[in-house]
């Protein structure tokens, strides 16, 4: 059982939009809706900012959306702002009550 | 408030043993899974395990099946990752999180233990 697999990187300018790919198989993404995203801030713990694939918790910004095409997931921040800029994790239900992480993105603001 | 309390930083020799634990408040300890998530340094997020207090019900990710027991005492709401040899390898942070549903979203994070493993 492979990590997700995410860019390394990924950069944009403040205002506009970008989107991180998270790429599983047909036995985790492909299987369910139901992927996570986590923003990490250096020295910080990290936050859940998407859920259920597109499920945004209370307090998190209508800037981020989640979607799922097939075993691909994807995360888009519209409006970037400089406080966008951090580590980004997807985390995919991959059945028997297991969960499996993506390699993590670093955003950079540019 | 749902909060996850974490036992402090620890700096251990190879070959060592180690348990850290993890208090859980706020909410019913016995109706989530609790598990726990390693961070290299530098690295990424690792999904460890998680266990059911109410059942001990415990999973474990692939990469570390048998080298960590993962476990709850429910009657005082904490839980604990233990190693009985730790490596050089194992130096890592370790973040306890709280498991909403079956689906599993991590919705509560500890603060996170600093385990530091050299001779």
């Known amino acids: 059982q492979s990590a997700l697999t995410q860019p390394a990187s990924v950069s944009g300018s403040p205002g506009q939009s970008i989107t991180i790919s998270c790429t599983g198989t047909?036995?985790?993404?492909?299987?369910?809706?139901?992927v996570s995203w986590y923003q990490q801030h250096p020295g910080e713990v990290p936050k859940l900012m998407i859920y259920?694939?597109?499920k945004r918790p209370s307090g998190v910004s209508n800037r981020f959306s989640g979607s799922k095409s097939g075993n691909t997931a994807s995360l888009t921040i519209s409006g970037l702002q400089a406080e966008d800029e951090a580590d980004y994790y997807c985390?995919?239900?991959?059945?028997?009550?297991?969960?499996?992480f993506g390699g993590g993105t670093r955003l950079t603001v540019l | 408030e749902v909060q996850l309390e974490q036992s402090g930083a620890e700096v251990k020799k190879p070959g060592e043993s180690l348990k850290i634990s993890c208090k859980g408040s706020?909410?019913?300890?016995?109706?989530?899974?609790i598990g726990w998530v390693r961070q290299m340094p530098g690295k990424g997020l690792e999904w460890m395990g998680i266990?059911?207090?109410?059942?001990?019900?415990?999973r474990y990710g692939p990469s570390f099946q048998g080298q960590v027991n993962i476990s709850a005492d429910k009657s005082i709401s904490i839980a604990y990752l233990q190693w009985s040899s730790l490596k050089a390898s194992d130096t890592a942070m370790y973040y306890c999180?709280?498991?909403?549903?079956?689906?599993?979203?991590?919705?509560?994070w500890g603060q996170g233990t600093l385990v530091t493993v050299s001779s």
């Open positions: 266990i059911y207090p109410g059942d001990s019900d415990t």
């Open positions: 706020g909410y019913s300890f016995t109706k989530y899974w």
């Open positions: 047909s036995s985790d993404v492909g299987s369910y809706n139901l």
């Open positions: 985390c995919s239900y991959a059945g028997s009550s297991t969960l499996i």
């Open positions: 259920e694939g597109n």
């Open positions: 999180a709280r498991f909403r549903g079956w689906e599993l979203v991590i919705d509560y």
